[in-house]
């Protein structure tokens, strides 16, 4: 079946360090690809997403590019700040519909 | 993004009693709602998926007759977790879809069954 990997955490950061979290998935068909951040005490918020190959996906500093190649949704930002601590899950849809396949999240402290 | 406001955000309750979860869109209607649960270290788990106005469809191996699910209105769709045990212990969210291309989350329910 369809599923989302993404690597454990936590991840511990210096501020102003760079930040990959790692995401592959398996799917059938052409899935369209999330990533989501969860602040402390938040509900889940969308943070950016591709929807078929070679897109790349960006908001506030973070990017994304969809490898269908290697299967991978990495996500990237080249300086974090103390903000950025929260749980960032990776996930994929199919059909173009709301129904998600989530990973586990993985949690980013970063340190001032 | 639209605000959904899902309450409580943390609940205890002792073992047998049967809790209810809220969840609701607050600037937008809510055709969709999903319920998922989330286990310490793993991955959000679909429990179920309701159209406002009909029955909720259940994913496997959730059981439909210990986690009860409403959407009677377009803004608000509760869970009830009848009968609770420990095991029911977890982080439960909804997520609330307008008939757009995007849902958005609630906060989230930490369950706690002593």
């Given at each position: 079946g369809d599923s989302v990997t993404q690597m454990e955490g936590p991840v511990t950061l210096s501020e102003e360090a760079f930040l990959t979290i790692n995401c592959t998935?398996?799917?059938?068909?052409?899935?369209?690809?999330?990533?989501?951040?969860?602040?402390?005490?938040?509900?889940?918020?969308?943070?950016l997403k591709a929807t078929k190959a070679?897109?790349?996906?960006?908001?506030?500093?973070?990017?994304?590019?969809?490898?269908?190649?290697?299967?991978?949704?990495?996500?990237?930002?080249?300086?974090?700040?103390?903000?950025?601590?929260?749980?960032?899950?990776?996930?994929?849809?199919?059909a173009g519909g709301f129904k998600t396949i989530f990973g586990a999240g993985t949690r980013l402290f970063v340190k001032a | 993004g639209a605000v959904v406001s899902q309450h409580p955000s943390r609940v205890i309750c002792k073992s047998g009693t049967?809790?209810?979860?809220?969840?609701?869109?607050?600037?937008?209607?809510?055709?969709?709602?999903?319920w998922y649960r989330q286990f310490p270290k793993q991955s959000l788990m679909l429990m179920a998926t309701?159209?406002?106005g009909s029955k909720a469809t259940y994913e496997q191996g959730v059981e439909k007759d210990k986690f009860l699910i409403n959407?009677?209105?377009?803004?608000?769709?509760?869970?009830?977790?009848?009968s609770a045990h420990p095991e029911d212990s977890s982080f439960y969210i909804c997520r609330a879809g307008g008939g757009g291309t995007e849902a958005f989350f609630g906060q989230g329910t930490r369950l706690t069954v002593v």
């Open positions: 998935y398996t799917a059938t068909g052409y899935p369209s690809l999330f990533w989501y951040v969860q602040y402390p005490g938040e509900g889940l918020q969308l943070l070679d897109d790349k996906g960006s908001n506030k500093g973070f990017e994304a590019t969809y490898r269908k190649e290697t299967t991978s949704f990495h996500l990237e930002k080249g300086s974090v700040q103390v903000s950025d601590s929260a749980v960032y899950f990776c996930a994929l849809s199919v | 049967s809790v209810k979860i809220e969840c609701r869109s607050l600037d937008f209607q809510a055709t969709t709602m999903f309701s159209n406002e959407h009677a209105s377009l803004t608000l769709s509760t869970l009830t977790v009848t």
